[in-house]
């Protein structure tokens, strides 16, 4: 059974960092990521990637997020900086078996909320 379990988040003021770490179990995933959603928002894909390095931001995070993953633990984790009001959200790790790092994921963790205050 496929399981993403999370941790990290939480409450920060703006132009503080956070970090989010989320662990999966089963099968290696070629690609993992983490999505947003705020309130009243469509979820977003924030960054992703894949078991080979590439990687994929949204634009609003470029500069000031940085994805990384360990391939042998299977874990992804998210270095979040500069963080801004509008970086509030429910944040979910995903992860799928396919190659392409963009799109749609099969599985998805419970969400971690980051709130940052201005």
């Known amino acids: 059974q496929v399981q993403l379990v999370e941790s990290g988040g939480g409450l920060v003021q703006a132009g503080g960092s956070l970090s989010l770490s989320c662990a999966a179990s089963g099968r290696s995933f070629r690609s993992m990521g983490w999505f947003h959603q705020a309130p009243g928002k469509e979820r977003e894909l924030v960054a992703s990637i894949g078991s080979g390095g590439n990687v994929y931001y949204t634009d609003s995070v470029k500069g000031r997020f940085t994805i990384s993953r360990d391939n042998a633990k299977n874990t992804v984790s998210l270095q979040m900086n500069s963080l801004k009001p509008e970086d509030t959200a429910v944040y979910y790790c995903?992860?799928?078996?396919?190659?392409?790092?963009?799109?749609?994921?099969?599985?998805w963790g419970q969400g971690t909320q980051v709130t940052v205050s201005s």
């Open positions: 995903v992860a799928k078996y396919g190659t392409v790092i963009v799109g749609a994921y099969d599985y």
